[in-house]
């Protein structure tokens, strides 16, 4: 499948049940799915571009919205272990809709961070916030943005 994205090497095996792939982040092997496909495309492009160290980035973190606990799909934190982005994928069939952008600023309530990205692999959206309010910023600015966080904090 061809995404919008630079390609990477991903550890893949095969197993009698499907494929799975190496998720470096969470140090486990993985149902290899279309969403975790750009998932894993996608952060290994994040922490190469942008030089975050893998043990910043938390796959699956839990939290917890209204006493339920939810699941944003990768959040990026400083060295002061502060919570800088959170990026929501979809499968590349999947639309970028409202509705994908209202899950992510609902994460965002309770993880308030100044990126969010949501990104099914062929379109990304990239937004910025701040005291001002929130902006739209190209992609192709998304590794210098969580740099500059990162050697800022």
């Not at 630079?6 to 998720?23: A, I, T, W």
């Not at 043990?55 to 272990?81: F, H, P, T, W």
């Amino acid at each position: 499948m061809e995404l919008a994205l630079p390609k990477c090497n991903l550890n893949v095996k095969r197993e009698s049940n499907g494929l799975y792939v190496f998720d470096g982040c969470r140090r486990k092997w993985v149902k290899l799915t279309p969403e975790e496909y750009v998932r894993q495309t996608m952060m290994e492009y994040v922490i190469s571009a942008a030089g975050i160290n893998r043990a910043l980035v938390a796959n699956e973190q839990v939290v917890e919205i209204n006493g339920m606990k939810k699941r944003c799909d990768s959040v990026v934190y400083n060295s002061r272990l502060q919570p800088i982005a959170i990026f929501e994928f979809k499968a590349p069939s999947v639309q970028l809709s409202q509705k994908v952008m209202d899950q992510i600023f609902t994460y965002n309530r309770e993880l308030p961070v100044p990126i969010l990205v949501a990104s099914n692999g062929i379109q990304h959206i990239c937004i910025s916030r701040n005291d001002d309010g929130i902006s739209l910023f190209p992609f192709a600015e998304l590794p210098e943005r969580l740099n500059q966080l990162l050697v800022n904090d």
